[in-house]
């Protein structure tokens, strides 16, 4: 022991002066002292590279990926990897080479094959995502000696979302980098047309990538010699420098120590018995973002070698507990290939459980050890290491080291076996024996970078008894079905000693039932999913051992061919997808498909989002002080504490607003800051300014408010029970008689049903924000912010500061999608701003962190739709009576409008003679609901759709032929007195019928699923009608400003405002095409409201249409003439497209929004609960349909666009719906294999894996539900 203190006190010695170094794409920095609070990502951004993005701020969206590179001396190498910058602490890239997106390209130096394969691809839209995606591609590539595979191009991408472009063109513009259809794309991309444009790489169309301003490229070449810049090299000072402990300080007396031996860090713990260790902070930080966790000490273990060794020998592998996790999952596959085949049935299961374990660059930086002391009870990874045998070594401060099996180690909630005094040493993991079976199982929403609903490992390990096979051992272990990794016990013991058979089988699943218990108010919900699920695996692991030992047994009993699908592993298809249009060329550049204009700033980071706007001196960073309580009277509000934080510079409440306190975009029923009475959890009380954003958030979080509760409603049912409606929103709609048809006999039958459809988070990449600062004195207010509509912020900060609005000005560059979201919910951030910048006479910036956008900025309506149709036995409708209610939240914002969309969208395609809609808009206990992509169309359509399939089920009939028979056509008048004028609906869908051979599919779906017991298909085919424009004809107005300058280039400013759709592209096009000049000639400026007043917002598929036709009309002014120009059309119009879809798809089947409701009462009352990545899950990279095409009508202008323009932002996304039905249809195969064929059932949306899970009625779910179960919803 003597030794121990001796050497950690000389390590200690050597850390007080340690110069700490950092390379930032090259360039040398020292890194102060006082900076153990920071991260990564915040350091890159206090160095002016905002290129790295804050998406989400709990590495679960990839917006902040940056490559790490740093030198192995145990293999003599550098190493290349992607980190999530906003998890990694500043002082753990200490001594390594940080690249951002800054550092592999730019526009003044050229860029980087990367950059320009994804731009020239259209693969980036608002932008936000954009670099992120490319660093994880830049780390692989650089990583990698040979060419990667698609799957691990697609593989490496696993931990980057994007809202918009729905993944294609991003496969796209990366997959040439794998060599594995050369030919084709470097074909492409460098093969000119006449008139001197290129095919498009991404659409094999013509396009503009090649037109000078994008050089076609060589995408053989991935190692940048084709790249002006050659790539940065890894710094030799870093080779050559020896690292040395570190000990630093950070805000609130925060100690980070580095040690580099086992015995400092040992001295360290035992100094420090309180620390926190950590190697990638993936637990830890977000504890302490999330949780508002405080940890004084944080020991860096993660180059410890100790930690970092691994041993392989003749009895398994011993791997140290700083291991990262995707260093295990390489160390795996190389075992695997090395070792028999016998002794590696544990690593297999590893393999697989890891593929699925977060994103890449979690696994990156998180190691086993942390995985496993977190004692997370959904860890993917502690049931494998319990029915693997594994051992974990543990050693104490005195270096006294003891061993615990796995399967004892975990004691409860996040508690393990260990003190205080020790540290988890190492992981042995032994070799399985011939006859020894491992199998890993998990089920998550989402395939990809989620976290486990339940998962489990199990073991059995099989004798041989003359012709049978027995239980020797096993070991059945599941997560997420208690507060601790769960052994099952009785079965493990049952199981012990019985042969291998099918009644062992059944008797198992007898004991297990018993064996896992979950409570009816468990927390996570989705009881009876999760017992099933128990069930189910053990079900699929019995069916996979008894596939293994055939070999071995063959005259063991089999199961069916058809059960053998419950065994096979899902494996990644790559991606394709066909893009088929008409190109009709005219003019300059109108037709013809044309690259987005910022996506050369987008891909190399330069383009500015509000958040990355350089701030004036002497600004003050804003916190909102927020609701706790869904409904309840403020007795009184205490800031003493608040007062006393750090940097604090002033609370602002309600007394404080200048002028009137009350806002709203159509009716001010909402209050700026609460004053008596709070309405909803996340209602704004307050706003807190500091003189940073991390201090400002803490005074906000002192800031005490004493609650009186008040009765809260938190549904629509309790809403309509209540009669808790908006004021004046009861709407109705009819078209010829109902009730008389209902009475009059004309109807052979009747259904009477209910619909109800949960609501869905925008999840735009960029969070709401704004920069407000005066001048003149604080005569004028002027803003910049992420918004779809300017003219809204500036009447609201005008409203409440008492300004007239000609002495307010908003601007907005770009803003990184919106979906709707950014209307009307973000002009209060810009107004909450504005007070303290307008009292304070200082600039104020207000960024929402992720967790608090959500929680407060509104979703899409959830809705409840009640039906009664009548129809004849040939399915023909004839009439239709609906109640239609959406959750409105505790304001009305654009409600009303929302409910008239989907009623008038409740027909979607069918020409029903007897209609009556009524609808109202419930007043709840939940921050105000808003706009989204669809405004409420796709609720409305979505109710139709279901009983236009119950219709087929009553009749025995396919849903297809159903909704052919009651197709609208040219000249149809619908329920709002519309005559549909060029309707293409039959043209369309017998297209679609032809090109998809839909028959074929059908038969194709039919014959697996007659084949296969456990996996069903299924397949539908969907039509949407969707009107565009306001329905508020005063709102369809639009203006532009343009200058003309004596050197032939062009000056654009519109009311419009570019979040990725490609407006600015758009208009652009126009203005080159109006006067004859390159497309490079015009420049749009940014959207500001003094030089377009009074624009509407951007939305309801219109944006295009009304700049682009004001765009035109000035250019008209200043040119008398203009020759005849065709359709216009972006490559980006595409990709929008596929967007939409993949947002319908998972609005249908994927993004479930839970709150603290009657059907979720684990939850506090009225919080939410998906506030963030972790536990909302938007469709990533794996989610994407495989074959992916898209087609758009040929040979139909239209005659009322914008040079024959047709929206695509919002029409698209009802298509997903698609999805559904093909998954009702599936289910429907899966019923009838229990009798229930032609039983109709209900399925709510989202239809999530519990949903689907759980309406597959059979032997699994039968000991807990009925066949007409329905999983509980927020609605």
Not at 1084 to 1112: F, H, I, Q, R, W
Not at 1116 to 1142: D, H, T, Y
Request: aromatic fraction near 8%; include cysteine.
């Amino acid at each position: 022991m003597g030794s121990l203190k001796k050497e950690g006190e000389m390590e200690q010695m050597r850390d007080e002066f340690m110069e700490a170094i950092l390379y930032v794409n090259g360039v040398r920095r020292v890194l102060p002292d006082g900076l153990a609070h920071m991260t990564l990502l915040e350091y890159l951004r206090d160095l002016g590279l905002t290129g790295t993005k804050l998406g989400c701020g709990e590495g679960g969206c990839g917006a902040c990926t940056v490559m790490v590179s740093n030198y192995d001396r145990t293999s003599n190498k550098c190493v290349h990897y992607a980190v999530n910058a906003c998890l990694a602490p500043l002082y753990s890239v200490e001594g390594m080479h940080v690249i951002s997106i800054e550092g592999i390209g730019h526009r003044k130096h050229g860029l980087h094959p990367l950059q320009e394969s994804l731009a020239s691809s259209h693969g980036s839209q608002c932008g936000f995502c954009t670099p992120g995606f490319i660093m994880s591609m830049y780390a692989l590539l650089r990583s990698n000696k040979n060419s990667p595979s698609e799957e691990e191009i697609e593989e490496s991408l696993a931990g980057n979302l994007c809202r918009c472009t729905g993944y294609r063109p991003i496969i796209d513009a990366f997959r040439v980098f794998a060599k594995t259809d050369d030919a084709l794309y470097s074909g492409l991309s460098s093969l000119s047309l006449q008139d001197g444009s290129s095919i498009c790489p991404s659409t094999g169309k013509p396009c503009s990538c090649g037109d000078g301003r994008f050089q076609p490229l060589s995408y053989s070449e991935t190692d940048g010699a084709k790249y002006t810049e050659k790539e940065l090299i890894f710094p030799p000072e870093l080779l050559l420098r020896e690292l040395a402990p570190l000990k630093l300080r950070g805000d609130g007396g925060m100690i980070w120590y580095r040690p580099l031996r086992l015995q400092y860090l040992l001295h360290l713990k035992a100094k420090h018995p309180e620390a926190k260790l950590v190697v990638g902070n993936t637990e830890v930080g977000i504890e302490m973002r999330m949780k508002r966790l405080q940890y004084q000490v944080l020991i860096y273990v993660g180059q410890v070698p100790e930690l970092n060794t691994v041993n392989v020998n003749d009895n398994g592998i011993e791997i140290g507990s700083a291991l990262r996790l995707s260093e295990l999952l390489r160390l795996f596959r190389k075992v695997v290939k090395e070792r028999p085949a016998h002794e590696t049935s544990a690593c297999k299961a590893f393999i697989e459980q890891l593929k699925w374990f977060a994103g890449t660059q979690i696994r990156n930086v998180a190691s086993i050890g942390g995985n496993i002391c977190t004692a997370s009870p959904i860890s993917d990874l502690n049931p494998l290491w319990m029915a693997s045998r594994a051992e974990f070594k543990i050693i104490n401060c005195n270096g006294d080291v003891r061993s615990v099996p796995a399967k004892d180690f975990f004691n409860g909630y996040r508690e393990v076996d260990m003190e205080s005094n020790e540290i988890l040493l190492s992981v042995f993991l032994p070799w399985t024996r011939p006859l020894e079976y491992v199998k890993e199982f998990k089920q998550a929403h989402r395939r990809e970078d989620d976290i486990a609903i339940v998962n489990g490992g199990m073991r059995v390990f099989l004798e041989e008894r003359g012709e049978e096979l027995f239980v020797s051992d096993a070991s059945v272990a599941f997560g997420g079905v208690a507060a601790v990794t769960l052994r099952a016990r009785k079965t493990e013991e049952f199981l012990i000693g019985k042969s291998w058979s099918k009644s062992l089988l059944q008797d198992a699943l007898k004991v297990i039932q018993s064996d896992v218990i979950i409570d009816e108010d468990a927390p996570g919900g989705m009881v009876e999913f999760r017992k099933s699920l128990v069930l189910s695996f053990f079900f699929k692991f019995f069916l996979w051992v008894s596939h293994r030992i055939r070999d071995v047994k063959p005259a063991l009993e089999t199961f069916p061919p058809s059960y053998m699908s419950a065994v096979k592993s899902f494996s990644r298809p790559c991606r394709a997808g066909r893009q088929d249009y008409e190109t009709v060329m005219q003019g300059t550049a109108v037709g013809l498909p044309a690259v987005h204009l910022s996506a050369r700033m987008q891909v190399t980071g330069e383009a500015e989002y509000t958040d990355d706007t350089p701030v004036p001196p002497n600004t003050l960073h804003a916190a909102l002080v927020l609701s706790k309580m869904p409904h309840a009277r403020i007795i009184s509000i205490d800031d003493s504490e608040s007062k006393s934080s750090p940097g604090f510079a002033g609370l602002f409440l309600a007394n404080d607003v200048p002028a009137d306190n009350k806002i709203g975009p159509v009716v001010a029923d909402e209050e700026l800051f609460a004053t008596d009475v709070v309405t909803c959890v996340g209602q704004v009380i307050g706003v807190v300014v500091a003189d940073t954003h991390e201090n400002a958030k803490a005074a906000a979080g002192k800031v005490e408010v004493e609650y009186e509760e008040l009765p809260a409603i938190l549904s629509i049912r309790e809403a309509i029970v209540a009669k808790s409606f908006h004021p004046n929103t009861e709407k109705m709609l009819r078209k010829g008689d109902v009730e008389l048809c209902f009475q009059s006999g004309q109807c052979d039958r009747m259904i009477e049903g209910e619909v109800q459809m949960g609501s869905q988070e925008h999840f735009y990449m960029e969070p709401h924000g704004s920069l407000v600062w005066t001048t003149d004195g604080g005569n004028e207010v002027h803003m910049i912010s992420s918004t779809q509509d300017p003219q809204k912020h500036q009447q609201y900060v005008s409203h409440v500061l008492g300004l007239p609005m000609s002495k307010v000005v908003c601007k907005t560059k770009r803003i990184g999608g919106g979906f709707g979201g950014k209307e009307t919910r973000s002009a209060f951030i810009a107004a909450a701003a504005s007070v303290p910048s307008y009292l304070l006479n200082r600039p104020v910036k207000l960024i929402l962190d992720r967790d608090v956008d959500m929680m407060i900025s509104g979703h899409r309506h959830s809705f409840v739709g009640k039906y009664k149709v009548g129809f004849t036995n040939d399915g023909k409708v004839l009439a239709y009576d609906l109640e239609i209610y959406n959750n409105g939240g505790n304001s009305l914002d654009l409600s009303q409008a929302v409910l008239e969309i989907a009623m008038f969208n409740s027909d979607n395609v069918y020409d029903i003679p007897h209609v009556r809609i009524r609808g109202n808009v419930c007043f709840t206990n939940y921050p105000s609901n808003t706009a989204f992509r669809g405004f409420g169309g796709p609720q409305g359509m979505l109710i139709i759709e279901n009983w236009i399939q119950r219709i087929a089920a009553e009749l025995d009939r396919s849903t297809e032929e159903i909704r052919e028979m009651n197709f609208q056509v040219e000249g149809s008048i619908t329920h709002y007195s519309q005559c549909l004028q060029h309707c293409t609906l039959h043209q369309l869908w017998k297209e679609l019928k032809l090109s998809c051979n839909f028959l074929k599919a059908r038969r194709d779906v039919d014959e697996f699923n007659s084949h296969n017991r456990w996996k069903k298909r299924g397949v539908a085919m969907v039509p949407t009608k969707f009107g565009v424009s306001f329905t508020k004809t005063f709102m369809n107005q639009a203006g532009a400003l343009v200058h003309v300058y004596t050197d032939g280039t062009v000056l654009v400013t519109h009311g419009g405002v570019e979040m990725g759709q490609g407006l600015h592209t758009k208009v652009a096009q126009v203005a080159a095409s109006a006067f004859n000049i390159p497309l490079s000639s015009v420049f749009v400026s940014e959207t500001s409201t003094d030089k377009v007043p009074n624009a509407s917002p951007t939305a309801a598929s219109m944006s295009s249409d009304m700049y682009g036709a004001a765009v035109l009309n000035a250019c008209e002014q200043i040119k008398a003439r203009m020759e005849p120009v065709a359709s216009k059309l972006s490559c980006n119009s595409f990709a929008e497209i596929e967007g939409a879809f993949v947002q319908g798809l998972g609005w249908v089947a994927l993004e479930e929004v839970k709150w603290g409701d009657a059907a979720h009462r684990w939850i506090k009352p009225g919080n939410l609960l998906t506030c963030g990545p972790g536990n909302f899950k938007i469709p990533s990279i794996n989610d994407i349909p495989f074959n992916f095409n898209v087609s758009l009508l040929k040979g139909n202008p239209n005659s009322k666009g914008i040079h024959s323009s047709k929206a695509v932002g919002e029409p698209p996304f009802f298509l997903a719906s698609s999805v559904f039905f093909a998954i009702k249809d599936a289910i429907k195969a899966a019923r009838a294999e229990m009798g229930l064929g032609s039983e109709w059932f209900s399925l709510d949306t989202p239809a999530t894996p519990e949903r689907i899970r759980m309406a597959c009625f059979d032997e699994f779910t039968c000991p807990f539900v009925s066949s007409d179960f329905f999983p509980k919803l927020s609605v």
